[in-house]
Every structure is written in structure tokens, then in C-alpha cells.
């Protein structure tokens, strides 16, 4: 690891929304490893867990972001137990893959709730917690199919186009607070979000979550007066212009 991220990492307090899953897991490693204190969100108890026995400093929180109140309820775990913030990275985020004739209503539901409603939720109590120090950096991993179309992701691409309206949005109203916010338009990611995809990709030629985790990295580590507000980053095999 590059000695200028684990100098900026040094005693950093870190959220990862999402560490439960591919990316949001290999982020928490990095920042584990460049000496951050990690605080992991995700519903998920089990996964929870496991993080906390492989990386026994995480805390974590366990927290489903469609709910304002429980998404409140993590920031303020996160002041009680440190009392600082310094980045939310949030990596959470569920796809669902069909025909846009065969979306039932609880689809376009579950994709709005998750990846549009609970990306709110998450920047704009993130925003409050930051501005008291007027400082900190927020990366809303949101992925490529937040500017691009594709076939099967109508519901995907609704929810994803629209965290990128609100993620820049915020930023705009938040730039004078000294609150940096990174959107990422990654491409394919190997991750379990591929496990139960109606779709035929070849895995193998997608990102690996450590990369992903790299550049996440590398804009979180950037120089204090640097802001990068976008970073895209596609696999070889799968370039959008
Ligand atoms: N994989 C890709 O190719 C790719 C590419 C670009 C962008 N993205 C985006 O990047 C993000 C991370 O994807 P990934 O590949 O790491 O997927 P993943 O392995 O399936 O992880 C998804 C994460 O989202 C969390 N999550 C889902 N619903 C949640 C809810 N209601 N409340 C709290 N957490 C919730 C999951 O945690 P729990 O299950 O524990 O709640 C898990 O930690 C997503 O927003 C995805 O859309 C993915």
C-alpha cells in the first residue's frame, strides 16, 4: 500500500455502508490495513460478524438503510462510540435485472428503497454529521448504470441515475461546508451482486473488489484542497463512452 494513503488513513474514523457485501468489504480491509477505525453497516448479522472476527477493530453496526430512523441511529453510534467522523463510504446497494414489461411494482419498490431512497438517507444524514467539523469525504459508490442504459436494468438505472442527481445536487449545497463527496461510476465488479443476476457475464473479465477498493482509496487519500468528484473506472473488456 502507497505510504501517502496510510498517512492520511493514520487514526481516521471511517463508515462503510455496505460492508457486508464485495466492494464494501474489500474497502474495509484497505482502511483496516492503512490504519483507519472502521465502523461496517449492513443488515446482515452473519456478515457482520465475520468481518468483526477477521478484522477484530471494526464495530459494527447493523443497519437497513431503507429506514430513515435506523440510518440516524448508525451516525449517532458512530459519534457515541468516537465522537468524530471523517468519511462515510457508502457501497450499499441491491440490483435486480428483467425485462422492463416483466418489473412487477415491488421491484421498481425494492430498487427505489434501496439505491434512490437510501442513498438519501445516508448523504444527507452524513452531510449533517460532517458539517459540524466542516470537514470530511463522502464516496457514493454508485456504479456506471448511473449514466448509462442497458438492456434488463430499467429499474436499476432509475434508481442509480437518480443517486447521481442527488448525490451532485448535495454536493453543490455542501461545498462551502468543506464537505468533499466522490460519486464512482464503476463498471462490472466481481461481487456476489452477480450471484443471482438474470444476466449471462463473464466474471471473470469484471473488476476484482480490490481494485474497486483502490480507487476509493486513492480519492479518500487525496490532498485536502483536491476534490475528485467523479471517478470512472471500467473493465478492459467493457468500456462506455
Ligand atoms: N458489482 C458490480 O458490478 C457493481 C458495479 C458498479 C456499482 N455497483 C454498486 O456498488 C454497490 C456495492 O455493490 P457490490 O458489488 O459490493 O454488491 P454486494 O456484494 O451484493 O453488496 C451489496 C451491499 O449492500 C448492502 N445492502 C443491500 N441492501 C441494503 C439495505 N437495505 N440496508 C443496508 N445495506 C444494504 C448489503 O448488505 P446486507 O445484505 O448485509 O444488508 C451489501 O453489503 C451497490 O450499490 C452496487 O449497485 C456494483
Same mark, same amino acid.
Given at each position: 500500500?502507497?505510504?501517502?494513503?496510510?498517512?492520511?488513513?493514520?487514526?481516521?474514523?471511517?463508515?462503510?455502508?455496505?460492508?457486508?457485501?464485495?466492494?464494501?468489504?474489500?474497502?474495509?480491509?484497505?482502511?483496516?490495513?492503512?490504519?483507519? @477505525?472502521?465502523?461496517?453497516?449492513?443488515? #446482515?448479522? !452473519?456478515?457482520?460478524?465475520?468481518?468483526?472476527?477477521?478484522?477484530?477493530? +471494526?464495530?459494527? +453496526?447493523?443497519?437497513?438503510?431503507?429506514?430513515?430512523?435506523?440510518?440516524?441511529?448508525?451516525?449517532?453510534?458512530?459519534?457515541?462510540?468516537?465522537?468524530?467522523?471523517?468519511?462515510?463510504?457508502?457501497?450499499?446497494?441491491?440490483?435486480?435485472? @428483467?425485462?422492463? =414489461?416483466?418489473?412487477?411494482?415491488?421491484?421498481?419498490?425494492?430498487? +427505489?428503497?434501496? #439505491?434512490?431512497?437510501?442513498?438519501?438517507?445516508?448523504?444527507?444524514?452524513?452531510?449533517?454529521?460532517?458539517?459540524?467539523?466542516?470537514? *470530511?469525504?463522502?464516496?457514493?459508490?454508485?456504479?456506471?448504470?448511473?449514466?448509462?442504459?442497458?438492456?434488463?436494468?430499467?429499474?436499476?438505472?432509475?434508481? @442509480?441515475?437518480?443517486? +447521481?442527481?442527488?448525490?451532485?445536487?448535495?454536493?453543490?449545497?455542501?461545498?462551502?461546508?468543506?464537505?468533499?463527496?466522490?460519486?464512482?461510476?464503476? *463498471? *462490472?465488479?466481481?461481487?456476489?451482486?452477480?450471484?443471482?443476476? =438474470?444476466?449471462?457475464?463473464?466474471?471473470?473479465?469484471?473488476?476484482?473488489?480490490?481494485?474497486?477498493?483502490?480507487?476509493?482509496?486513492?480519492?479518500?487519500?487525496? !490532498?485536502?484542497?483536491?476534490?475528485?468528484?467523479?471517478? =470512472?473506472?471500467?473493465?478492459?473488456?467493457?468500456?462506455?463512452?
Amino acid at each position: 500500500m502507497l505510504t501517502e494513503i496510510i498517512t492520511a488513513m493514520q487514526g481516521k474514523i471511517a463508515l462503510v455502508v455496505g460492508a457486508t457485501g464485495g466492494i464494501g468489504g474489500a474497502v474495509t480491509q484497505e482502511l483496516v490495513q492503512a490504519g483507519a @477505525k472502521v465502523v461496517a453497516a449492513g443488515r #446482515n448479522h !452473519d456478515r457482520l460478524a465475520q468481518l468483526v472476527q477477521k478484522y477484530p477493530s +471494526v464495530y459494527p +453496526v447493523a443497519t437497513d438503510i431503507t429506514d430513515f430512523q435506523q440510518v440516524h441511529t448508525l451516525f449517532q453510534a458512530v459519534s457515541d462510540r468516537y465522537g468524530s467522523l471523517d468519511m462515510v463510504i457508502n457501497c450499499a446497494g441491491a440490483g435486480i435485472m @428483467k425485462q422492463f =414489461n416483466k418489473l412487477e411494482p415491488a421491484d421498481l419498490d425494492w430498487m +427505489v428503497d434501496v #439505491n434512490l431512497k437510501g442513498c438519501f438517507y445516508v448523504t444527507q444524514t452524513a452531510c449533517q454529521f460532517l458539517k459540524e467539523k466542516r470537514s *470530511g469525504h463522502i464516496c457514493n459508490v454508485i456504479g456506471i448504470l448511473g449514466k448509462h442504459s442497458m438492456p434488463m436494468a430499467t429499474a436499476y438505472c432509475a434508481s @442509480k441515475f437518480g443517486a +447521481v442527481g442527488l448525490t451532485k445536487c448535495i454536493a453543490e449545497e455542501v461545498k462551502r461546508l468543506g464537505i468533499k463527496i466522490t460519486i464512482f461510476y464503476l *463498471g *462490472g465488479v466481481d461481487t456476489p451482486f452477480w450471484d443471482h443476476a =438474470n444476466l449471462k457475464v463473464d466474471r471473470a473479465k469484471m473488476l476484482s473488489p480490490q481494485q474497486a477498493a483502490r480507487s476509493i482509496m486513492f480519492a479518500l487519500s487525496c !490532498d485536502p484542497v483536491a476534490v475528485p468528484m467523479e471517478i =470512472n473506472i471500467q473493465p478492459e473488456s467493457h468500456l462506455f463512452f
